[in-house]
DNA sequence: TCGATACTGATACCACGTTCTCGATAGCCT
DNA sequence: AGGCTATCGAGAACGTGGTATCAGTATCGA
């Protein structure tokens, strides 16, 4: 049998996995994906969550977030525009569909730099930590 | 003696390392502070780069930049609220002093998220790859 | 100038995040 | 239901960025 492009088989850790990412506030961490795909997977080990990642990376499905900390999480693609808050008490990170960035309609940031697009983290207290 | 906290010597690699990093047009990586500071110091290692940096850290000359390709870079301490360009085209990355970032007066970002701080990259052409 | 010692370059080493290996298990087609 | 085989979990292995080691060298106070 030739190596099929979506002929995966549908199983509960890869549901669990993707309904974890889908459901979430923000981009998740590896071992929170794992944490909380555990509740309902008992014994899933992080190789699978790595190997879901991936099998959703490449279904354009999840995608990757690298946070100015350096920490790399993942989340679900096709939220449109949207930037982070990274919450400095409880260490969270959500999704924000406001984006503050006011450009000039050239698109010139400054003279011959052209911006194509931005990426924006914000820090500060979240709701649940004011 | 004692460990003194600016009773280093004063060696020619590090003259020249902080001199690069404080020339700069923006963040370096460590590949490029090597790199252009073996220009002056013939033989220079990686191992006086990474020493070096963490000492400028430490003396609050330099901090560290991760941007959100995962790359980590070096830029010079103290230049106030500024952001990054990456130009796509020859992947150099730019200080831009430029802010567009406009909040509420409240700094509430969405109800209940209060923003103390924010990091922003910007992707598009630079001025001389335009 | 001289000596104590901080510094250097090369390289071995380490930490950590991710991927691979492999025997066991479970999806799914017939 | 039965069998083929994709997927699984556990842990070994890997890659990479950064740090430690060590013998030789350079700095700098006396």
Redesign the interface.
Known sequence: MERNTLGQRSTRQRDVIAEVIRTAAGPLTVQEILARAQADVHGLGVATVYRTLKLLQEGEQVRT??????E?RYEAAGLGHHHH?HC?VCDEV?D???C????PES?A????????????????????C?
Do not use: K
């Open positions: 977030v690298i946070l100015p900390t350096g790399t808050f400095r959500y924000l569909d406001a503050p960035v006011r450009l698109r940031i400054a003279p011959g730099f052209v911006v194509e697009s931005h990426e924006l983290t914000f820090y500060g207290t979240c709701r649940r004011a």
